[in-house]
Structure formats: structure tokens, C-alpha cells
């Protein structure tokens, strides 16, 4: 990852505890007080669930091992503190030891409805609680070990899987459809469009499919990919992935349903 963040992560004291300000807090409170009143009905059960399982402090930014606390015993994840960005070696290395990157800042009020990078809130309210579900925890972590052996033209195609499951993926369910996808749940004005806007495709997962699909991280999405249980992505892991990169390298890209991004200038 060669961008740089204005953002810079507070490192915790000898003890691991992170001293927020008390603007860090209220920043928090606000985020998660306004998704919890949009989410009900929208997000899967396993998501709230996980939920009720961390029972995250809703007047304060969770210190991490409170988090971890709950993943191990569930799943046997933790969490673990990075700098703003990271590297791609180091997010895959992460990942394939059941360790999910978790940048310690949060976002300022001027960003307050969108972030382009993940913080704090993204990290933990958009994944955590769906870490203590088995199949996706087993997902995340085969991921992580395939990308971590991966070449850096795989890995790119390897992303794209990760975006339409773990970021952006939705769920269909006996109550209609869902959200499962964190980048989706950190959102409120995403989770509203994935569900009921008549604007984006949403289609079947078919993995070499979503391997073939082109993204940008600064618009709503064009195309969402459904699954039909959480169980599926345990089955997806089990797939031979890295024959499926190669297929989608020989197949190339589906035409993107978006714009180019514009070009920024440049001094």
C-alpha cells in the first residue's frame, strides 16, 4: 500500500491501553449510536449476533483487548494494532495468524460520513462482530494465508474477492435480503442503497466472477454479489482460489460499470 494517511494511530501504553481523547470518544458514540439505529433489519443475524457478543461500549472507543477477549473465545481471532496503512505483506501475514489489522485513530467530524481508509470504527463495528462467526472467521483466515504466498498481480485479483464478500457482500435470507459486508455496515448511506436502491446489479456469487469485477473505493457500488448462507464462504475457502486467480488472469477483467476516476492534478 504506497498511499500515506493523514491519519496517525495512537499507540497504547506498556499495558496496551490506548488513551482517546475525549473527542476520539464522542466521535465514536455518534458513529455507532446512528448505524445501530439503521442497521436493524438490514444487517445479517450472524452480524448482530456478533453484536451482542462483543457488547461494545457505546460511550467509548473499545480498548482491543476487549475485543479479543470475545474472538478467542469464539473463534480464536484477535485483533491487533498497525499504523494507519499497511503494507500488503503485512495484512496478509496478519490475517493467516488470526490476527485482524486494526488502525487505532479515528475519524475527525470533517470525515464523519465517509473515510476512504479504515479506521477505528470501520474495523471494528463493519468486522468484529462478524468474526465470531466460524465460516467467516475460517474465510478470512484462508484468504490471509493465500495472500500472503501470493504474487502482487494475484494479490490484486485476490482483492477483488475480499471487496465483494467481506467489504460489500450482501446475504439472501427467509426474511429477504441482508448485509453481511463490512464496508457496507460502517456505512449508513451505503446500507440504505445496497438494500434498496434500484441502481446497482446484484447478482450470485460466483467466485471467478467477483475475481473478474472491477471496483473503485470511492463510489457507491455498482454491483453487490449475494450469498445464500454464511456457510458458503467456509465453502469457498475450501476451493482451489489460486486456480481461479490464474483463470481470471488469462480471462481478464470484466468492463468496469463506472466512470474512470477522475485525474487528480498534479504540482
Same mark, same amino acid.
Given at each position: 500500500m504506497?498511499k500515506?494517511?493523514?491519519y496517525?494511530?495512537r ?7 490506548i488513551?482517546?481523547?475525549d473527542?476520539d ?11 445501530l439505529?439503521?442497521? #436493524?433489519?438490514?444487517a445479517?443475524?450472524?452480524?448482530m449476533?456478533? !453484536?451482542?457478543? !462483543? ?6 472507543? #473499545? ?5 479479543n477477549?470475545?474472538l478467542?473465545?469464539?473463534t480464536?481471532?484477535q ?5 494507519? !496503512?499497511i503494507p500488503?505483506?503485512e495484512?496478509?501475514?496478519?490475517l %493467516?495468524n488470526k490476527?485482524f #489489522?486494526?488502525?487505532?485513530?479515528i475519524?475527525t467530524?470533517?470525515?464523519f460520513?465517509?473515510?476512504q481508509?479504515?479506521?477505528i470504527f470501520h474495523?471494528i463495528?463493519g468486522h468484529?462482530?462478524?468474526?465470531t462467526?466460524?465460516?467467516f472467521?475460517?474465510f478470512?483466515?484462508q484468504?490471509?494465508?493465500?495472500g500472503?504466498? %501470493?504474487?502482487?498481480?494475484?494479490r490484486v485479483?485476490l482483492?477483488?474477492l475480499?471487496?465483494f ?13 441482508r448485509?453481511?459486508?463490512?464496508g457496507? !455496515?460502517?456505512?449508513p ?5 445496497a438494500?434498496y436502491s434500484?441502481?446497482?446489479?446484484r447478482?450470485p456469487?460466483a #467466485?471467478?466472477?467477483?475475481l ?6 470511492d463510489?457507491?457500488?455498482?454491483v453487490y ?12 475457502a ?7 486467480v ?6 481478464g477483467?470484466?468492463e468496469p460499470?463506472?466512470p474512470?476516476k ?6
Amino acid at each position: 500500500m504506497g498511499k500515506t494517511s493523514q491519519y496517525v494511530s495512537r499507540q497504547p501504553d506498556e499495558h496496551g491501553i490506548i488513551a482517546w481523547s475525549d473527542e476520539d470518544n464522542a466521535v465514536w458514540h455518534d458513529l455507532v449510536k446512528r448505524q445501530l439505529e439503521i442497521i #436493524p433489519g438490514k444487517a445479517c443475524d450472524e452480524f448482530m449476533h456478533g !453484536l451482542d457478543l !462483543l457488547q461494545l461500549p457505546q460511550d467509548r472507543i #473499545p480498548q482491543l483487548h476487549e475485543i479479543n477477549q470475545v474472538l478467542e473465545a469464539t473463534t480464536g481471532w484477535q485483533v491487533a494494532q498497525v499504523p494507519a !496503512l499497511i503494507p500488503f505483506d503485512e495484512f496478509f501475514r496478519l490475517l %493467516a495468524n488470526k490476527q485482524f #489489522p486494526v488502525a487505532t485513530f479515528i475519524r475527525t467530524r470533517e470525515e464523519f460520513d465517509y473515510l476512504q481508509e479504515p479506521d477505528i470504527f470501520h474495523e471494528i463495528f463493519g468486522h468484529c462482530p462478524l468474526l465470531t462467526n466460524p465460516a467467516f472467521a475460517h474465510f478470512t483466515h484462508q484468504y490471509g494465508k493465500l495472500g500472503l504466498h %501470493a504474487s502482487p498481480k494475484e494479490r490484486v485479483y485476490l482483492a477483488r474477492l475480499y471487496w465483494f464478500t467481506v467489504e460489500f457482500g450482501l446475504l439472501n435470507t427467509a426474511d429477504g435480503l441482508r448485509i453481511y459486508g463490512g464496508g457496507i !455496515l460502517s456505512s449508513p448511506g451505503e446500507t440504505e442503497y445496497a438494500l434498496y436502491s434500484d441502481q446497482p446489479e446484484r447478482k450470485p456469487l460466483a #467466485p471467478l466472477d467477483a475475481l473478474r469485477t472491477p471496483y473503485r473505493i470511492d463510489i457507491m457500488q455498482p454491483v453487490y454479489y449475494t450469498l445464500e448462507s454464511t456457510q458458503q464462504l467456509f465453502d469457498i475457502a475450501q476451493l482451489d482460489i489460486m486456480a481461479l486467480v490464474q483463470e481470471a488472469m488469462e480471462l481478464g477483467l470484466f468492463e468496469p460499470k463506472f466512470p474512470p476516476k477522475p485525474k487528480t492534478e498534479v504540482a
